[in-house]
C-alpha cells in the first residue's frame, strides 16, 4: 500500500495532497520520514573530507525536509481539524519527534563537525545570512545540550519526553474543558440585551445539537457576546465562572499539577544547561535579552498605565452603580465597559458590523497587500483542502510570479482550537537556483454567517484578522536562502512586528474607503464612524494595557525564578497578579491552568513580546505616516529590510536598516493616550 505523505507531491503547486491522506497513514509516515532523515544525517556525519560551511552546515540545513512537510500537515490538522485518533496519534508522535531532534542535537561526531566550523568562523567569508546559520546551528547544539557529559545528556532525552507529552495534555485538558460546557437557555427572556446575530447563532447551535431553546459556548464567537451584551448578570457570572474555571475543577481534565510539573522540568532543564531560570535560558535568544530587562520594560509600562487603568476602572464602577451594582465583578467587566463605550462614543459594534462582511474585508487586506506590495491574490479550485470551509488562493507578484499559495479557514468547529494563528504547510527557500515559495495559512474563529445574515466582522475581528495576515505576509514574501531561516522564523519578541503593524490600516481612513463597505446598500463607511473608531480605539487602554502585563508578568513569575517551593497554582498566581489586578479575585477560578500561551504554545518567558513588538510596531507605523500610508517606498522598505528578510540578521539590525534608527516608545504611549 503506497503512503501518500511519503511520496512525492505531484499535486498543483506540491500543495498538501489532503483527499489523499488517510489518518492512518501519519504514523508510519513519521516512522519513515524519520529513518530518512538519519540516513541523510550519516551521509554528513560519515563524510570523510574536512567539514566545511557548505558540506556540514548547508548540507544540514537542508536535511529532513520530507519529515518537515508531514509534521506540518499533521501538527496543522491537530489544530484546525482534530479529533481523538488524531489526538491519540499526537501523543505517539510527539515524543518520537523530540527523542529524534535530541538524536540530531546530542549527536556528538555531528556537533564535533560543526564546532570545527564554528571555529574558523572568522576565515571564512561569510555572508550575513550564512553567519546566522552558523551561530543558530551551533547553539542549538549547546542549548540542548552538546557540552553536557554522557548521564547528563540522558537526563536531559528524559525531560523533553516529558514536557512534550505534558504540554500535548495541558492544550487537549483546555480543549475538552472548552467543550465540555454549554449553556442552554429556553426562556427568550434570559435573552435580552443580545444582539439579533447572537440569538440566531445560538438558535443554529441549539438545532445542531438537537436541543430545544438556545445554546451558548466557551468559544469565543459565543461567549464574547453574551459577556458583552447579556442584561441577565447570572447568566453572565455562570458562563464566565465555566470559562474561568477550566483545567481547575479537580476532576479528569485538572491542569493544576501539569503547571507545576511543566515549570519545574523547565527549570531543572535551564539548571543542567547552565542557566539560572528557564527564562534566562529562553530570552539568550531574544531582542529583550534577559528576564531584567523585560520585567524592567513591564514595570516601567506599568507605571505609565497604572493611573489610567485605575482612572478607567473607576468610570466603569460609576456606571455599574447606576444598576445597583455594589460589587464590581469579572463578568460586569465587557459587560459595562460596551454600555460606558455606547455612552462616550455611542458606538456597538452591531453598528459597524453591517460595514465588515467578511468577504467584503478579505478583499481589502488584499488590496491593501497590492497597493504596498504589488501583490495579487486569486481564489483557486484546483488544490486539496483539509475542509471544505477552507479557502484558497494563488498569490503572485506584479510581473505574475508565483509568491505563495495562501490557505485561510475562518469559521469556528468542533475540532479546532479557540482564538486565530497564521501557520505555513510549506517554508520558502533557495536551492540549486530555484526560489521554491512557500504555502501560508490562517486559521480564525470568526462569526459565522446565518440563514439570513453573511459573516459580519465585529471590529475586533477586523483588526484579527489584519493581525494574522500580517503575520501571512512574513511567510508569503519570504525571500531566503536557508528554510529555517525564512519568513517567521525570527526571535520570538520580533515576530509580532509584521502582524501588530498591518493593524494600523485598520484605522485609517484612505484603507477603510477600500472595503468597509455595507453588506446591503454598499455604502461606505461614513466619517463619523471612523472618527468614532479612532477615538475608541484608545477606549479602556489604561485597563487594556495593565491587563496585558499582567499576563507577561505572570508568564515572568512562572519561568525567571526557583519553582521548587510553589505548591499551590492558584495562591501563586494570585501572589504574581497582585500590582495588575483591579477585579476581586474569583477563587474557583484560576488562569494558569488555561494559560494555553505559556503551557502549551511556545510563549514561555515571551508574553511580554507583545508589548514589545507594539512598542517596534508603533514606531515603525510612523514611518508610514510620515511619509503616506500606501507610500510604496516605504514599502518597499519594509518588505526589503524586514518582510523578506526572516532570520537573516540580528533584528535591531534589520529595524534600523529600515527605520534609520532605533525604536523607541514614545510613538506607542502616544498612540496608547498614556501620555
Ligand atoms: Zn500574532
Known sequence: ????????????????????????????????????????????????????????????????????????????????????????????????????????????????????????????????????????????????????????????????????????????????????????????????????????????????????????????????????????????????????????QNNENDNQKIVLQIVNLRHERANLLGYNSHAHYVLEERMAETPNKVTTFLNDLLVKAKPAAKKDFQKIIDLAKKDGIVKMQKWDSTYYA?????????????????????????????????????????????????????????????????????????????????????????????????????HISIVCNFTKPTETKPSLLTFNEVTTLFHEFGHALHGMLANTTYPSLSGTHVYWDFVELPSQIFENWCYQKEALNLFAKHYKTGEVIPMELIKKIKDSSNFLEGMATMRQLSFGLLDMAWHGQNPKEINHVKDFEIKAFSDTQLFPDVKENCMSTAFSHIFQGGYSSGYYSYKWAEVLDADAFEAFQENGIFDKETAAKFKNNILSKGGTEKPMELYKNFRGKKPNANALLKRAGLI
Request: hydrophobic share 35%; proline share 3%; charged share 30%.
Open 1 to 248: 500500500m503506497t503512503n501518500p505523505l511519503l511520496q512525492d507531491f505531484n499535486t498543483n503547486y506540491q500543495t498538501a495532497p489532503f483527499s489523499k491522506i488517510n489518518i492512518k497513514h501519519f504514523k508510519p509516515a513519521f516512522e519513515k520520514a524519520i529513518a530518512l532523515a538519519k540516513t541523510e544525517i550519516d551521509f554528513i556525519v560519515n563524510n570523510k573530507a574536512k567539514p566545511t560551511f557548505q558540506n556540514t552546515l548547508e548540507e544540514l540545513e537542508f536535511t529532513g525536509s520530507k519529515l518537515d512537510r508531514i509534521s506540518s500537515i499533521f501538527f496543522n490538522l491537530n489544530s484546525a481539524e482534530t479529533n481523538d485518533e488524531i489526538q491519540k496519534i499526537a501523543q505517539e508522535v510527539s515524543p518520537m519527534l523530540s527523542g529524534f531532534a535530541n538524536d540530531i542535537t546530542l549527536n556528538e561526531k555531528l556537533f564535533q563537525k560543526i564546532k570545527s566550523v564554528y571555529n574558523q568562523k572568522d576565515n571564512l567569508d561569510l555572508n550575513n545570512e550564512q553567519q546566522m546559520l552558523l551561530d543558530k546551528k551551533y547553539k542549538a547544539f549547546v542549548r540542548n545540550g552538546a557540552n553536557l557529559n554522557e548521564s547528563d545528556k540522558i537526563k536531559l532525552r528524559e525531560i523533553d519526553k516529558n514536557l512534550s507529552k505534558l504540554s500535548l495534555q495541558f492544550g487537549e485538558n483546555v480543549l475538552a474543558e472548552t467543550n465540555g460546557f454549554e449553556l442552554v437557555i429556553t426562556d427568550k427572556k434570559k435573552l435580552t440585551g443580545l444582539p439579533e446575530g447572537t440569538i440566531e447563532a445560538a438558535k443554529m447551535l441549539a438545532k445542531e445539537k438537537q436541543v430545544e431553546g438556545w445554546v451558548f459556548t466557551l468559544d469565543y464567537p459565543s461567549y464574547i457576546p453574551f459577556m458583552t451584551y447579556a442584561n441577565d448578570r447570572d447568566l453572565r457570572e455562570k458562563i464566565s465562572h465555566a470559562f474561568g474555571s477550566r483545567a481547575f
Open 338 to 438: 460596551e454600555k460606558l463605550k455606547k455612552d462616550l462614543f455611542n458606538l456597538d459594534d452591531e453598528q459597524l458590523k453591517p460595514y465588515f462582511k467578511l468577504e467584503n474585508v478579505i478583499n481589502g487586506v488584499f488590496t491593501i497587500a497590492g497597493k504596498l506590495y504589488g501583490l495579487h491574490f486569486k481564489e483557486i479550485f484546483d488544490i486539496d483542502k483539509y475542509h471544505d470551509e477552507v479557502k484558497t488562493y494563488k498569490v503572485t507578484d506584479e510581473n505574475d510570479e508565483l509568491i505563495a499559495v495562501f490557505y485561510a479557514d475562518f469559521f469556528p468547529r468542533k475540532g479546532k482550537r479557540n482564538g486565530a494563528w497564521m501557520t505555513s504547510y510549506k517554508n520558502q527557500w533557495r536551492k540549486d537556483g530555484e526560489n521554491s515559495r512557500p
